[in-house]
């Protein structure tokens, strides 16, 4: 399927545009992880709103090498940043709280979460999330935590799309290199997690045919996110306020 990436691109700059506009609103704020999402959405910012937008780098128990890939990408494209280090808050928190490794993970990236809007408050901006169409689709996020955004850019894209878009607006080699990986524990691999290949997640979306197991993969984990990507639910759905 052939698409013009550099339509689309300037689609997404507009679109962003109007989103700040709208709200009234300054600018956006970002995390910069070292993967290629927030490497792309550091791009955008870069060649379209360096003025009005801050990456930040926020570390809690991050890999050497995705601090020194998120510093890479933060100093190729010259963009305001500001380093937070969350551990003490993290170590704060974690104390006194009964061992759990899943839910620690979501806990790292809820306090992210937390310090993107504090910094979006502080500077009247909006908070740019880096989510890309296959991990929506999946569920392949934390509620409140990376999902936790006032916009997502990237939220039409498939990951084939991502990278298609950090090459032209040049992202480090380095990072369109580099296995996807949600940066939660050592090692971690997005498609061992998932149990599919992104190739197969896209190839999904885009309404072709894929393997059967990959299929039911695909539609397993989107039946079990679904509430992931709704509002929370209440008993105003009923219509009437309970008298």
Known sequence: MHKDYNKIILRIKDWIEKVINDSKTKGFVYGVSGGIDSALICAIASKYFKENSLALRMDIKNSNKDCSDADLVIKHFGVKNVACNLEPIYKAFVKDLPTNALADMNLRSRLRMNMLYYYAQSNNYLVCGTSNACEIYTGYFTKYGDSGSDFMPLANLTKHDVYECAKILDVPQVIINKAPSAGLRENQKDED??????????????GLEIKKESKERIEYLHKISEHKRHRSLSMLELGEIIK
Do not use: F, G, P, R
């Open 193 to 206: 997690d998932l149990k599919v290949k992104y190739a197969e997640i896209d190839a999904y979306l885009n």
